[in-house]
Nanobody, 121 residues
């Protein structure tokens, strides 16, 4: 019903930058919070950043000051600018959006398929 497609992942050296994008499409009536989480090898999935429809942001402590989340409401797109990347940032990054496909339906979280980010020399 709702599709989220991530892009922008890849291999980058420590200290480098990467920009992730995620576009939501489908029969979307409303989009609330959007965000990113990640899962590193052998570790639990964790929240990276969220952004509300009004622009309020929330970041994991480990990425604060290095990552910036933003969104384009007109295109139902959420972005994650990642600077000063560290090897411990290596993970599969997933985007999500809390959406409604109808005013008669409840909100639910739609997830993307994930994009690999690898930080290595």
């Amino acid at each position: 019903q709702v599709q989220l497609v991530e892009s922008g992942g890849g291999l980058v050296q420590p200290g480098g930058s990467l920009r992730l994008s995620c576009a939501a499409s489908g029969s979307i009536v409303s989009v609330n919070v959007m965000g990113w989480d990640r899962q590193a090898p052998g570790k639990q999935r964790e929240l990276v950043a969220t952004i509300t429809s009004g622009g309020g942001t929330n970041y994991a402590e480990s990425v604060k000051g290095r990552f910036t989340i933003s969104r384009d409401n007109a295109r139902n797109t959420v972005l994650l600018q990642m600077n000063s990347l560290k090897p411990e940032d290596t993970a599969v990054f997933y985007c999500y959006a809390r959406v409604r496909i109808s005013t008669t339906r409840n909100w639910y979280d739609a997830w993307g398929q994930g994009t690999q980010v690898t930080v290595s020399s």
